[in-house]
């Protein structure tokens, strides 16, 4: 069985993360149990490994790589941007700015599930 591996990172401070990287981590466990509910047949399975980060590292913050690979670099239509992340800023006590996905005109802070659904999808072949 060929396994995936998503790879996501997140801020943690005080034993507590930002909303964005919250509801990113709560669509990819959704997403995890679907993909694995779906591509286990076709001999493929998904992994979710999560990467706490200190805000030295807060550039990587929320974060995914699919085997190894930033999201990014697999679906070409992405382009990363950045915008206030009041959440951060409460949780390390000044303005924060945090990754967003733009595809388009759409900006996202949290990256949708059907970008990292084409993702895994890619790299495992199988759809």
Do not use: F, Y
Not at 77 to 101: A, K, R, W, Y
């Amino acid at each position: 069985m060929k396994t995936v591996e998503i790879e996501w990172r997140r801020l943690v401070q005080d034993g507590a993360t930002c909303e964005r990287c919250g509801d990113t981590g709560a669509l990819l466990e959704q997403l995890v149990e679907r993909l694995n509910a779906e591509c286990r047949p076709r001999g493929v399975a998904v992994k979710l490994e999560t990467v706490a980060l200190g805000s030295e590292h807060i550039e990587e913050s929320n974060q995914i790589r699919i085997d190894g690979r930033l999201l990014e670099q697999l679906q070409p239509q992405i382009v990363v941007g950045q915008n206030d992340c009041p959440s951060c800023g409460d949780l390390l006590g000044h303005t924060q700015d945090c990754p967003t996905i733009d595809v388009g005109d759409e900006i996202h802070e949290v990256p949708p599930a059907w970008l990292i659904r084409r993702a895994v999808c890619c790299s495992a072949g199988c759809c």
